[in-house]
Each structure stands twice: as structure tokens, then as C-alpha cells.
């Protein structure tokens, strides 16, 4: 089925270990977009991309890095996971053009 | 954060019954989307309203926009037990679809 994989599904880190969380899309979209989801508080927008080989900075980018190599791959990365670093990580894609995202189900990640 | 803010944070009715959720939002948009989120899920996109548009319906949704109170609402008839989820406003500003800020959500429950 066409959309938006996101792995892993779940994880628990320590803290200060590292980890990338992966999304690949298979829709040939040009935006790719990684959110973070709180009790209350929404989704908040880390980072995004416009395009292969770009990468932009979104409301709460501290502490995570982005690649976008590949067109249908966008790799979120924890250089040293903090508690406040616990939540949950949707990936999402668009072509930029009407109707709107295409979201993964997301990786629930835990930092003890 | 030019966040939209749904209101209100949780509502709860009866199979059968329609349900309004309300988003307000600070600065001029492009475009007004609705999702639905079901527990432990990804967001699904429901429906578009462009700046330009006052009302759109699709099935039992019908949303309206009224840029000059910068509010929309989104009501759902004839609610089913199905329709139990957190719902989502996202507005598009000057880059349209390209980029959207989500806001905190209504949670539903249906109960039969």
C-alpha cells in the first residue's frame, strides 16, 4: 500500500544513547516533514524538508539532526537523547499541492 | 507559535448526535485542513477550505471558515461510535500547502 512507513514503532532509550528514526514515502512527495506529538500541547514541527538533499528547521529543532539523501527517505536523528526527548515521532509527506499530508504511524520513543 | 487552538478540548455525545469543533488561529492563512487522529494512529487528512471558501462538506463533515473572526468549525452529523477520535486543525499560511501548523486538538467520544 502507497504512503508513509515509519520504523522503528516502538523504542526505549537511555539517556545520552543516539538513534535515527527512519520515514520512507513511496508517493514521489517533494516535502517531508517530522513532528513531534505531546500530551496537550499538539503536534510541534522539528524539522522539514522541500526537497532531496534539503533540510530546514521547524518550531523545536534542538537536539535532533535530519538527513534527506534520498528523495523517499528523511532519517531523524538523537545525538544524545534527553528525558524531555520522550513522545511521539510522526513522519509525514506532501507534493506541496492540495489535498494535504500523508502521515505515518508514528514511533513511540521512551528516554529513561 | 502561530498555533490553532481547538476548542473545545474534549467533548463527549450520544450516537446520533452532531458534533461541532471550533479552531481558532492568529495570523492570515491560505488554507484550513481538518484531520482526525484514532488512538495510537497517524493522522488522516478529512478536508481542505481554502481562504477564499466559506463552507465545504464532504459526507457528514461540513466545515465552515470565517477569516474575518480567523475561526472555522468543523461539524459532524449524525456522530457513530467510529467517529471516536481527536481531531486536529492545521493552517497553511504563506507557503499554502507546503507547510502547516497543527494546533492541540478536540478529542470525541461517541458513545452508543
Known amino acids: 500500500n502507497a504512503g508513509v512507513t515509519q520504523t522503528p514503532k516502538f523504542r526505549v532509550l537511555k539517556t545520552g544513547q543516539s538513534m535515527t528514526l527512519l520515514c520512507a514515502q513511496d508517493?514521489?512527495?517533494?516535502?517531508m516533514y517530522w513532528y513531534r506529538q505531546d500530551p496537550g500541547m499538539g503536534l510541534r514541527l522539528i524539522h522539514y524538508?522541500?526537497?532531496?538533499?534539503?533540510?530546514a528547521k521547524g518550531e523545536v529543532p534542538d537536539g535532533y539532526n535530519v538527513s534527506r539523501l534520498k528523495k523517499q527517505n528523511f532519517l531523524l536523528g538523537l545525538e544524545s537523547a534527553a528525558p524531555s526527548q520522550t513522545s511521539v515521532y510522526f513522519c509525514?509527506?506532501?507534493?506541496?499541492?492540495?489535498?494535504?499530508?500523508?502521515f505515518g504511524s508514528g514511533t513511540r520513543l521512551t528516554v529513561v | 507559535s502561530q498555533q490553532g487552538e481547538e476548542d473545545p478540548q474534549a467533548l463527549s455525545i450520544q450516537e446520533g448526535e452532531n458534533a461541532t469543533m471550533n479552531c481558532s488561529y492568529k495570523?492570515?492563512?491560505?488554507?484550513l485542513q481538518w484531520y482526525r487522529q484514532n488512538s495510537g494512529r497517524g493522522l488522516v487528512h478529512l478536508i481542505l477550505i481554502r481562504s477564499n471558501e466559506r463552507e465545504k462538506h464532504s459526507g457528514r463533515l461540513r466545515v465552515t471558515l470565517d477569516t474575518s473572526k480567523k475561526s472555522s468549525s468543523l461539524l459532524i452529523t449524525a456522530s457513530r461510535a467510529a467517529d471516536t477520535a481527536s481531531y486536529f486543525c492545521a493552517t497553511g499560511l504563506n507557503t499554502g500547502f507546503q507547510k502547516l501548523v497543527f494546533g492541540t486538538g478536540t478529542r470525541l467520544l461517541v458513545s452508543p
Open positions: 495570523t492570515s492563512i491560505n488554507n
Open positions: 508517493m514521489n512527495h517533494e516535502y
Open positions: 509525514a509527506s506532501s507534493s506541496g499541492q492540495p489535498p494535504g499530508y500523508t
Open positions: 524538508s522541500v526537497g532531496e538533499g534539503t533540510t
